[in-house]
Nanobody, 125 residues
C-alpha cells in the first residue's frame, strides 16, 4: 500500500521559515514517471497546487504565489520530499498536503492518486 506521511507544520510568525517533509513508501524515487506535489488548502478555499518535483531528474516547478520563497527538493535515498518555506506570510496559512502520481507533472489535485494526511501551517503574529 502506498503511503505518504507529512511532518513539519506548525505555528510561525510572518517572515519566518518552516520545512515540511513527505515520506513516501512503495514508490522508488528513481521512477522517471513519479511526480511529488505539494498542495495546500485554506479554510473556505479550494485545494491549490504550489510546487512539484520529478525526483528522478530533479525538475522543479512552482506556482506564482510561492515562487522565490519556497523550495522543493528530494532525498531519493530516503524516498522523502521536502518543502522549504521562507518569508512566510499570513496568507500561507493552510493545511499542506503532499501527493504522488505517475505520468508527469500536473497541477490538478484530481490527477494525484495518493495523498498524505496533511499538516497545518499557521502564520500569525
Amino acid at each position: 500500500e502506498v503511503q505518504l506521511v507529512e511532518s513539519g507544520g506548525g505555528l510561525v510568525e510572518p517572515g519566518g521559515s518552516l520545512i515540511l517533509s513527505c515520506g513516501v513508501s512503495r514508490f522508488t524515487f528513481d521512477d522517471e514517471n513519479l511526480v511529488i506535489g505539494w498542495f495546500r488548502q485554506a479554510p473556505g478555499k479550494e485545494r491549490e497546487g504550489i510546487s512539484w518535483i520529478s525526483p528522478s531528474v530533479g525538475s522543479t516547478y512552482y506556482a506564482d504565489p510561492v515562487k522565490g520563497r519556497f523550495t522543493i527538493s528530494s532525498d531519493n535515498a530516503k524516498n522523502t520530499a521536502y518543502l522549504q518555506m521562507n518569508n512566510l506570510k499570513p496568507e500561507d496559512t493552510a493545511v499542506y498536503y503532499c501527493a504522488a502520481r505517475t505520468g508527469g507533472i500536473s497541477g490538478y489535485p484530481d490527477e494525484y492518486h495518493y495523498w498524505g494526511q496533511g499538516t497545518q501551517v499557521t502564520v500569525t503574529s
